[in-house]
């Protein structure tokens, strides 16, 4: 029943800005941590950046410095706000959300959405 929704991706400019947004639907818990993937195609997933419940966070080397990952208190939601954006970008940005249940961790997937950088 739970449900992840990216929006804010579309096309923009190297050196612009986009903000990226994820929403929780049907949940009632905090996911212990929330995350930014990206995929380009015929090329492998990478996660982007992590956020975990104690507001602690990650980000890959490539956009350190660049881009900026935050949440809301219970998790429920995830920004990623991307700016200097370069034409490497480019890609399908996916949100996840990672849940314990009291025995296992249970990953769930947002539909994905298209970031274009052009040059």
């Known amino acids: 029943q739970v449900q992840l929704v990216e929006s804010g991706g579309g096309l923009e400019q190297a050196g612009g800005s986009l903000r990226l947004s994820c929403a929780a639907s049907g949940s009632t818990f905090s996911f212990a941590s929330m995350a930014w993937y990206r995929q380009a195609p015929g090329e492998q997933r990478e996660l982007v950046a992590l956020i975990k419940s104690d507001g602690s966070t990650n980000y890959a080397d490539s956009v350190k410095g660049r881009f900026t990952i935050s949440g809301d208190n219970a998790r429920n939601t995830v920004n990623l706000e991307m700016n200097s954006l370069k034409t490497e970008d480019t890609a399908v940005y996916y949100c996840?959300?990672?849940?314990?249940?009291?025995?296992?961790?249970?990953?769930?997937w947002g539909q994905g959405t298209q970031v274009t950088v052009s040059s």
């Open positions: 996840m959300g990672s849940r314990w249940t009291g025995t296992r961790f249970l990953n769930y």
